[in-house]
């Protein structure tokens, strides 16, 4: 016994000694460096206990790592969709986080630790918009979280930020898994036997507004070598026709060059039928954008109150879509329904596809790749099914009562 109480006494000695000697650990007001998805190098002050997130992806992103309850406010894009987001769709709105419609103002009240933005880009504010008039007291992070080849060390660097390291590791897990087994299914496929494919986002209305500035661009948004949407297309062993073509410049209407919009080019019908791809894939992204997902299960609804709020129409619904045409249907019927586009292999053959944002981009993307594997080698990829894929998503990390097979349209025809 003597013994034993000998023992206790140096372990508890020994401990109290260690605790003076060791330093002291604190996560109070704790500093980390990160990258953000421009490649910058960030400095965040943690904790982070309240967020603002100014689009869905964002959104998704912090669900999926678990600190939903930290969201504090919201842009209207996710106030739009109380289906995937029946809590925080009821969170305090700054507006639509684009350039000339975000409310500075609004996120100041909410007196948040961090903000969660895209990187500076088309639809997205700059820095002149965000950084500048929030920083220091507010920070702000700019990660995309909607393409797949960077989603997953984006994931794992919000994770970092959040305290959240676990969920972000079997978030990425979880994709990896997916991916692999999609790999694994196509890898005897040779390069000559690979279908050519053609993906697209539709037409930029007559007159764009973007900030200040309008735009006019003819003929339709294709998907280029550049783009990371269309990155994964080797690793699923299908080509994309466009993988050539140059990025596109913006001209302002008295011609001069405003930038570079790197990964898109344009093209007219004339092209896409010389070049007759074996598959179509229509993006309902962007100011491409349709009525689907999770909040409607008809794939011909019209209702553009789906996606934008009330207040909002007015300023952008003249420069986007015809507002009786923005089902899923209607972009579909728009495709088959080109000058030539008869005599395409794709249409002749039913392999013409239309796919919606909230599986095409961000948290869910792999579900995306999924289906274009799918679509490219039904018999390859027949024990994958993209939609129970899509489910345990859902229960696994979104958790809400949703049956994807019953509910919502994320491709057409399905």
């Known amino acids: 016994m003597d013994k034993k109480r000998g023992l206790f006494t140096f372990i508890i000695v020994s401990v109290m000694v260690s605790s003076f000697l060791l330093p002291t650990v604190s996560y109070a007001n704790a500093e980390i460096k990160v990258v953000d998805s421009t490649g910058n190098i960030k400095t965040i002050t943690k904790p982070v206990n309240r967020i603002v997130v100014l689009n869905p992806d964002a959104a998704q992103a912090v669900k999926v ?35 000339v419609m975000i409310n500075i103002e609004a996120i100041k009240r909410l007196n948040p630790d961090l903000v969660v933005a895209y990187s500076p880009g088309i639809y997205n504010p700059g820095y002149d918009s965000l950084e500048a008039k929030l920083e220091p007291e507010i920070q702000v992070i700019r990660l995309d979280l909607y393409s797949l080849p960077d989603l997953k060390d984006e994931m794992l660097t919000l ?75 080797d690793k699923i062993k299908v080509k994309n026709i466009a993988d050539d073509l140059s990025s596109l410049k913006f001209y302002n209407i008295g011609g001069e060059p405003i930038e570079i919009m790197k990964g898109y080019s344009t093209v007219d019908s004339k092209w896409i039928v010389m070049k007759d791809p074996d598959i179509i894939i229509g993006g309902a992204l962007g100011f491409n954008m349709r009525v689907g997902g999770y909040e409607t299960d008809d794939a011909e609804e019209n209702d553009v109150k789906k996606f934008y709020l009330p207040e909002s129409i007015k300023t952008m619904g003249n420069s986007m879509l015809d507002p009786k045409k923005i089902s899923m249907k209607s972009y579909y019927d728009e495709i088959i329904g080109l000058n030539g586009f008869n005599h395409i292999t794709a249409v002749k053959n039913g392999q013409v596809h239309v796919i919606h944002h909230t599986i095409a981009c961000g948290p869910a993307s792999p579900v995306a ?46």
């Open 65 to 99: 790592l678990g600190r939903e309850d930290r969201i504090v406010g919201i842009d209207a894009s996710i106030e739009m969709q109380p289906t995937l987001f029946p809590n925080i769709s009821k969170l305090p709105s700054i507006g639509l986080a684009a350039p």
């Open 159 to 233: 994770g970092k930020i959040l305290d959240a390291e676990e969920e972000a590791e079997e978030y990425v897990k979880w994709c990896e898994e997916w991916m692999e087994k999609i790999e694994h299914n196509l890898s005897y496929i040779s390069y000559d036997k690979q279908p050519r494919v053609y993906m697209e986002m539709g037409t930029l209305p007559p007159s764009f507004i973007r900030g200040m500035s309008t735009f006019q661009i003819p003929g339709r948004f294709v998907f280029n070598g550049d783009n990371e949407m269309v990155s994964y297309f």
């Open 369 to 414: 790749v999924a289906y274009y594997a799918k679509w490219a080698y039904p018999h390859e990829m027949k024990d994958i099914d993209p939609e129970v894929m899509h489910q345990e998503y859902i229960d696994r990390f979104m958790k809400i009562d949703f049956d994807v097979k019953e509910q919502g349209v994320f491709v057409y025809p399905n």
